[in-house]
C-alpha cells in the first residue's frame, strides 16, 4: 500500500485536501437535546445544541458543534483547553456527559469549488454538506461524517484508523481529476 | 466480397478523410472514423465473424446494437483484453485489434464444429437430464472446458474505475427523438433534468438521417440545461428509484492508450422521476438456416447502409411478417441495394407495399438457405399449403429478417411494470407506468413519430408540474402476426442465436411439460446468454404458444433482470481493487510496529502484527519464539484494536445483565468480569470484559471483529425492544491504544517505564481495571489476560502509543522481553484453552457447548437468548461441544478443519477442528475441536481426515497448559 501520507496535502485545480494536524475532539452524548447537558452546553458555549444535521461554531470560534445523532454532537475544539472547559462545565448534568475522542478522529479540510465532485466520487450526494450541515455518510465505504461552515469548505471527521484507506480512495481519483 | 462501402452521402456517422487500420484475427483491414467494428468488417467484406456457443456455427453480424448476439469478439491486448465484446457497438479506433471467440484453431476452421455432428445427442436439458441419467460426472470435464466464449485476461488490470453518486429531478434514458423531447419539455419546466444516451450520436433511429427536429431538440436541451451523457448505458433500476448506468470513458481497444487510465464510470443516479425512452428491437424470423453469415436483421442492414454507408451485401431478399419491411426495403434500394424480393410470411402485405417497384410474395416462408459461411442464395416456398411445396430458389447474398418490433421494457419490467399483449403488432407494451418509471416512445409501444413527440414532451412536463400524467397513444408499428416458425421443414430454425437453441427445442421442452417460461428459460437456456435474449425471448414464446395452444398474451415473458448490458467487473469494483479492494484500519502505531519488522496480516478488518521475525525465522517460527518468551520472561502485544465501548446510564447495569451471561449489576466500581453476548437464539454472538467505571458507567472491551456487531446489537436492543432504558452506548475502539504486556515479569517491566505501585499485582487483582496516569497521560488498566500469564491491559490515549511503546522497548533488554503478534497470541490461548468466538463456534453454538453451562445455571437472572438454551435442540444429545485434542503421534499438527469421523470420507462427520498449533510449552501439537458429545468423551481416540490424509488424536480435557490459573498472578 502506498502511504497514505506522502505528498499531503493534496491539491489539484480549484480543490484541496488537507490533514489537520491534532484536532482535539469529543462527543456530547445525552439522553434529551434540551435537557440538563444541553442547557450546560448554552450557557457555556453561548450556542444551543445544533438541530439534527445541523453544524455550528461557537461565538469565540473555539468550539464547532455538529450533529451526529438524536443523542449525539459531535465536538472539534481549537485546543485542549477548550473541550476541557466544556467537560467542566457540563460534568454537574446528570443526563448525559462528555466523551473526550481526541486522537480517535482525523479531519480532512476540503476546500475549492470541486468538493461535490470528489465527495459524490466517494459516497453520494447526500455527504455533501451546505454551510451549516453536518451529515452522516460513508466515503470510500468507511463511515465519515462531513461538516460545512462555510462556502467551498468541508471538514470530514474520519476514524483514524481509517484515514489511510480514505486518504488513498481520494489520492486515486484525484489523480483521475487531474489526468482528465 | 459480399459486403461494400457505399458512396458518399451514405454514410453519415463516418469520416471518410480519417481512415483507420485495425486488425481481425491477425488480417489488416481498415475502416474510417466513426465506424463500429462490425460496420468496418461489414465494409471490409468480411462475413464470418465467429462461431456458436454450442454447436460451434459459423456465424456473422446479425444486428447494429447492443442486442447483437453473434459478433462477439475478444479486443484489445495484455491487461486490456476485453472478451465477449460486441462488435456493433464498439467504435473502431487507430491500431485495434480484435480476435473471434470460442473456436479453435480459428474461426474458419474450428474443431469444435465436430459438435454440429453431436447434435441430435446435445437436446433441450441436456443437462438436467445427465443429472438423472447417465450421470453429470461422465459429461462435466468436457462440458467444462467447452464452457464460456472469450478469454479474459490473466494479467491485472491496471486501469482505473470509478463510481459516481448524483441526484435527478428527471432522468430520461434514451437519445431518440422521444426521449430528447421528454428531457427538454422537463427542463424547460424547471427540473434538473438529465439524458442517458448508449450511442454518442443522439437522435436514436433518426440519427443518420440528419433530422432537423432531433438537431432542435438536441441544440434546446443544451440550452435548458439538460445534463446530457453520451457512451452511457443504463442497465438497472433498483429501488427507491436508483439508476445505475454505465458510462465508456475511453477507447476501448486503442493500443496508445496511457498505461493507466480511467475506462469506465459507473453512475448511481437517485432520480424523482426515471423515463425509459430505450426504443424497440426488431424481431427475426424463424426459418431453416437463419443464423447463416449474411442473415441479419433488416433495420440493421439498413443502418449498416445509411449510418455507416455499408452495404452489407448486393441483393438481398427480405423475410417479412410485419408493415416495416417495406420502409427498409424502400431505404436499401435507394442505397443501391438490390432487393431481390420481399417474402411476406402474411396473406396480404403491408399497406404502403409497391408491387410494381419490388417483387413481393405473400404467403411466402424461407425454406433452405443455401451457402455455410454465407448466404448464396435461399428457396421459398408458399405456406398458404405445405410448406413442402414447390420452392423457388433466389440468387442472393444478404437475406434480411423483418419481423416486426420488440419494444425494449427492460427497464419498466426491472421496475415492476406490468406488460400487455397488442396482437395486432405481436408486440409486449407497457401496462401503464411502472413505480417511479414512465416509458415514452418506442419502448412504450408509440410508434408513429408525431404522437411520440408530443407525448414524451408532455409527459415530461406533467412530471415537473406535478399533473396528471398523459396516457401513451400506443400505436404506429404497422401489422406483424406471431407466427414464427415454418413447421415441418429440415434444418436448424433457431430461435436463440447465441446459445444455439432452436424451435426444435422449444418444441421438445413443451413436450416434456415445460408450460411455464421461466422453466423453458432455464431448461433450454434461451435467454440467457450476453445478449439476455433481446431477440430471442419473445419469439421463444410465440412458439411455446404454438406448442402448447396458447397465445403469447397466456404465455406471458421472463421478468426481466439487470444487468440490461454486460457490464465489466471493473466497473462495478469501482476503486475497489488492489491495496482499495476492503477497507482495511491501521493500528495507531502501525509505523512503529513496520519499524520493527512487524509481519503484518490481516484478523478482522484491522492491518496487524502477526509476528515479528528476525533474520532466518518464519512467521510461524517467531511465533513459538515468542509464545515462548512471553512464558518465560515477558512480551509486549499491541492489542489495540480489541473492539470497546462505553456504556452509560442510570439503566447501564440493568441493560448489561440482560446482554450478558454473567451478572454485571453486581460488579463494584473497578471490578470486570468476563462476558458471553447473546443472539435470542441462544448462540454465541461475542465475548470480551465487563468493568464498571462508575456507577452508571461501564467499560466493554468486545473482541476485535465483534465491535461492530456488539454495537449493533446493544443499540437494536435498546431502540426495539427496551426502549424504556435510559442507556447511551458509544464506541471508542479508536480513542484508546491497547498495550499489553503479558508474562511473568510483567509488572517488573511496566515498573521500569514509570506505572505506579497502585498497579503491581500486589495492589490490583486479576480482572480489575484502575484509572492512572504515566506523567500526564491518562491510562485505563485492566489486570486480564488471553495468554494465561500475569497480564496487563494498558489502555492510553492512541496518539501516545508510539510514544509508550518505545519507552517499553528501549527496556526490553534488561527483561529480556520480546513483541509478540497475533499468531503468538493464538498460541498461548490454544494452550489455556480460551474460546475464540468465530474460530471456536460457529452460528449454533451455545454457551453450555464451550462449557459455560455452570454460568448460566449461577444466574437467575433473565438475559437475552436465555429462553432459547432450553429448547429441545439446545439440549438434545449429539451437540457439538468444544474439546482439546492431542495429536496422537507427537509430533503431526492437526489441521484446523479436519473432519472427526470413524471412518475415511464419505462418513457421518463427528466434529471438526477448530484451533490448532505446535505448543512450544508442551511441545507437542495441540488442537481444539467441536466434537459430538465431546464433553464425555475425554480420553477418547479418534481420528480425522483433511485432504485425503488421516490423523489421529486423543480427546483432553482443557486447559492443556497450567490447568489450575496459577501464572495470571506471576
Not at chain 2, 832 to 859: C, M, N, W
Request: aromatic share 6%; proline share 5%; with cysteine.
Amino acid at each position: 500500500m502506498a502511504d497514505p501520507f506522502a505528498g499531503l496535502p493534496l491539491a489539484v485545480a480549484d480543490l484541496k485536501v488537507e490533514l489537520i494536524e491534532a484536532p482535539c475532539a469529543g462527543s456530547l452524548r445525552y439522553f434529551d437535546p434540551t435537557g440538563l447537558l444541553a442547557q450546560a452546553v448554552h450557557t457555556a458555549c453561548g450556542v444551543a445544541l445544533p438541530g439534527t444535521g445541523r453544524a455550528a461554531s461557537t461565538p469565540r470560534g473555539d468550539l464547532i458543534l455538529a450533529w451526529r445523532s438524536p443523542t449525539e454532537t459531535v465536538l472539534l475544539a481549537a485546543d485542549q483547553a477548550a473541550l476541557a472547559a466544556l467537560g467542566t462545565a457540563v460534568a454537574a448534568a446528570t443526563d448525559g456527559y462528555l466523551i473526550e475522542l481526541t486522537g480517535a478522529v482525523r479531519v480532512l479540510r476540503l476546500s475549492g469549488v470541486r468538493i461535490a465532485d470528489l465527495l459524490c466520487r466517494l459516497g453520494g450526494t447526500a455527504s455533501v454538506a451546505q454551510p451549516g450541515e453536518s451529515r452522516r455518510s460513508r466515503l470510500a465505504d468507511v463511515p465519515v461524517l462531513t461538516l460545512s461552515l462555510r462556502r467551498l469548505e468541508t471538514q470530514l471527521l474520519v476514524d483514524r484508523a481509517y484515514l489511510p484507506h480514505l486518504l488513498n480512495w481520494m489520492r486515486e481519483t484525484l489523480l483521475d481529476f487531474a489526468a482528465a | 466480397m459480399s459486403g461494400y462501402r457505399l458512396a458518399a452521402p451514405h454514410g453519415a456517422f463516418i469520416n471518410r478523410a480519417r481512415p483507420l487500420s485495425f486488425t481481425f484475427n491477425g488480417r489488416p483491414l481498415a475502416g474510417f472514423a466513426g465506424d463500429t467494428l462490425a460496420s468496418a468488417l461489414l465494409a471490409s467484406g468480411v462475413r464470418l465473424v465467429g462461431r456458436s456457443f454450442k454447436l460451434h456455427r459459423p456465424r456473422g453480424v446479425f444486428s447494429c446494437g447492443v442486442e447483437e448476439p453473434c459478433a462477439l469478439v475478444d479486443v484489445g491486448r495484455g491487461s486490456r483484453r476485453t472478451p465477449n465484446t460486441r462488435a456493433t457497438v464498439l467504435p473502431l479506433q487507430e491500431g485495434l485489434s480484435a480476435v473471434s471467440v470460442n473456436c479453435w484453431p480459428g474461426v474458419s476452421v474450428d474443431i469444435g464444429a465436430l459438435n454440429g455432428l453431436l447434435a441430435a445427442a446435445l437436446p433441450a436439458g441436456f443437462y438436467y437430464k445427465t443429472f438423472k441419467w447417465p450421470g453429470w460426472r461422465w459429461f462435466e470435464p468436457a462440458i467444462r472446458r467447452m464452457a464460456g466464449l472469450g478469454h479474459a485476461p490473466l494479467e491485472a488490470d491496471a486501469d482505473h474505475y470509478e463510481e459516481i453518486a448524483q441526484e435527478a429531478d428527471v432522468l430520461v434514458v434514451g437519445g431518440g427523438i422521444a426521449g430528447l423531447a421528454c428531457a427538454v419539455a422537463a427542463a424547460r419546466a424547471g427540473a434538473a433534468a438529465w439524458l442517458l444516451s448508449s450511442s454518442e450520436r443522439l437522435g436514436g433511429a433518426l440519427s443518420y438521417r440528419g433530422d432537423r427536429e432531433v438537431a432542435e431538440l438536441a441544440e434546446a436541451a443544451r440550452r435548458f440545461g439538460v445534463r446530457i451523457l453520451t457512451r452511457t448505458t443504463a442497465f438497472g433500476v433498483y429501488d427507491h428509484n436508483l439508476l445505475v448506468a454505465c458510462e465508456r470513458t475511453c477507447a476501448e481497444g486503442d493500443p496508445d492508450l496511457p498505461q493507466c487510465v480511467l475506462r469506465e464510470r459507473l453512475w448511481k443516479i437517485r432520480a424523482r422521476h426515471i423515463v425509459s425512452a430505450a426504443g424497440s428491437f426488431e424481431r427475426p424470423l424463424l426459418f431453416p438456416d437463419n443464423d447463416r453469415p449474411g442473415v441479419m436483421l433488416a433495420h440493421a442492414a439498413a443502418r449498416y447502409a445509411l449510418g455507416y454507408g455499408v452495404a452489407c451485401g448486393k441483393r438481398a431478399v427480405i423475410a417479412a411478417n410485419s408493415d416495416g419491411a417495406y420502409a427498409i426495403a424502400r431505404d436499401l434500394r435507394a442505397a443501391g441495394i438490390e432487393i431481390a424480393a420481399i417474402l411476406d410470411r402474411r396473406a396480404q402485405a403491408g399497406p404502403d407495399a409497391d408491387t410494381r417497384q419490388m417483387k413481393i410474395v405473400t404467403a411466402a416462408a424461407i425454406t433452405a438457405v443455401h451457402g455455410r459461411r454465407r448466404v448464396r442464395g435461399c428457396h421459398f416456398a408458399s405456406t398458404g399449403g405445405s410448406p413442402r411445396g414447390r420452392a423457388e430458389r433466389i440468387e442472393c447474398d444478404l437475406i434480411l429478417s423483418a419481423g416486426g418490433y420488440t419494444p425494449a421494457v427492460h427497464l419498466h419490467s426491472q421496475a415492476g411494470g406490468r406488460l400487455r399483449y397488442l396482437s395486432d403488432s405481436a408486440m409486449f407494451v407497457p401496462d401503464g407506468a411502472a413505480p417511479g418509471l414512465y416509458s415514452v416512445g418506442a419502448c412504450a409501444g408509440v410508434f408513429a413519430r408525431g404522437p411520440a413527440v408530443g407525448h414524451a414532451a408532455a409527459l415530461g412536463e406533467a412530471l415537473v408540474r406535478g399533473h396528471l400524467v398523459p396516457a401513451a397513444p400506443v400505436g404506429g408499428a404497422g401489422r406483424a402476426e406471431a407466427v414464427t416458425r415454418v413447421a415441418g421443414l429440415g434444418g436448424k430454425q433457431f430461435v436463440d442465436l447465441q446459445n444455439d437453441v432452436t424451435a426444435a427445442d422449444v418444441e421438445l421442452a413443451a413436450r416434456e411439460n415445460y408450460r411455464s417460461v421461466e422453466h423453458l428459460k432455464r431448461y433450454t437456456t434461451t435467454g440467457m446468454g450476453t445478449d439476455q435474449g433481446k431477440s430471442s425471448n419473445i419469439n421463444a414464446l410465440i412458439v411455446m404458444g404454438e406448442c402448447t395452444g396458447r397465445v403469447p398474451a397466456e404465455v406471458g415473458t421472463t421478468r426481466f433482470r439487470p444487468p440490461f448490458v454486460p457490464v465489466s467487473l471493473g466497473a462495478i469494483a469501482g476503486r475497489r481493487a488492489g491495496s482499495l479492494y476492503r477497507a482495511l484500519k491501521e493500528l495507531p502505531a502501525h509505523g512503529w510496529h513496520a519499524g520493527h519488522a512487524a509481519q503484518f496480516e490481516t484478523f478482522g478488518d484491522w492491518r496487524r502484527p502477526a509476528a515479528y521475525p528476525q533474520p532466518g525465522e518464519t512467521v510461524e517460527t517467531a511465533a513459538l519464539r515468542e509464545a515462548a518468551t512471553v512464558r518465560s520472561r515477558a512480551g509486549l502485544f499491541d492489542g489495540s484494536p480489541l473492539g470497546k465501548l462505553e456504556v452509560y446510564g442510570p439503566d447501564a447495569a440493568r441493560f448489561l445483565d440482560l446482554m450478558y451471561v454473567g451478572t454485571m449489576s453486581k460488579l463494584a466500581i473497578g471490578q470486570a468480569r468476563y462476558g458471553l453476548l447473546l443472539s435470542e437464539h441462544g448462540t454465541l454472538v461475542d465475548d470480551g470484559i465487563v468493568a464498571r467505571l462508575g456507577p452508571q458507567h461501564f467499560w466493554v472491551n468486545t473482541t476485535t471483529a465483534g465491535i461492530d456487531r456488539t454495537a449493533a446489537a446493544f443499540e437494536e436492543w435498546l431502540q426495539c425492544e427496551f426502549v424504556d432504558f435510559r442507556v447511551l452506548v458509544t464506541p471508542v475502539t479508536s480513542r484508546w491504544a491497547n498495550l499489553t504486556v503479558a508474562g511473568p515479569r510483567a509488572w517488573q517491566w511496566l515498573a521500569a517505564v514509570g506505572l505506579t505501585d497502585e498497579l503491581a499485582p500486589q495492589a490490583m487483582k486479576h480482572m480489575t481495571l484502575r484509572a492512572s496516569r504515566l506523567g500526564e497521560i491518562p491510562l485505563r488498566v485492566l489486570r486480564a489476560s488471553f495468554s494465561g500469564e500475569l497480564g496487563y491491559e494498558v489502555n492510553l490515549p492512541a496518539d501516545h502509543a508510539e510514544g509508550l511503546l518505545e519507552r517499553l522497548w528501549e527496556r526490553s533488554g534488561e527483561i529480556g522481553a520480546c513483541l509478540y503478534g497475533i499468531e503468538a497470541l493464538q498460541v498461548m490461548r490454544i494452550e489455556k484453552g480460551y474460546l475464540h468466538i468465530g474460530s471456536d463456534t460457529d452460528g449454533t453454538t451455545l454457551p453450555q457447548d464451550v462449557g459455560f453451562a455452570r454460568g448460566i445455571e449461577h444466574k437467575g437472572a433473565n438475559f437475552v437468548g436465555r429462553r432459547s438454551l432450553a429448547r429441545p435442540a439446545a439440549l438434545a444429545a449429539g451437540r457439538l461441544q468444544l474439546v482439546g485434542l492431542k495429536s496422537a503421534d507427537a509430533r503431526s499438527l492437526l489441521p484446523v478443519g479436519a473432519h472427526i469421523a470413524a471412518h475415511a470420507p464419505p462418513a457421518p462427520i463427528d466434529g471438526r477442528v477448530t484451533s490448532s498449533c505446535f505448543s512450544p510449552a508442551l511441545a507437542l501439537p495441540i488442537a481444539l475441536a467441536l466434537l459430538s458429545e465431546g464433553a464425555r468423551r475425554t480420553g477418547e481416540r479418534v481420528r480425522l481426515w483433511h485432504l485425503g490424509q488421516e490423523y489421529q488424536a486423543q480427546v483432553v480435557k482443557t486447559p492443556f497448559f497450567d490447568p489450575q490459573g496459577e501464572r495470571l498472578n506471576g
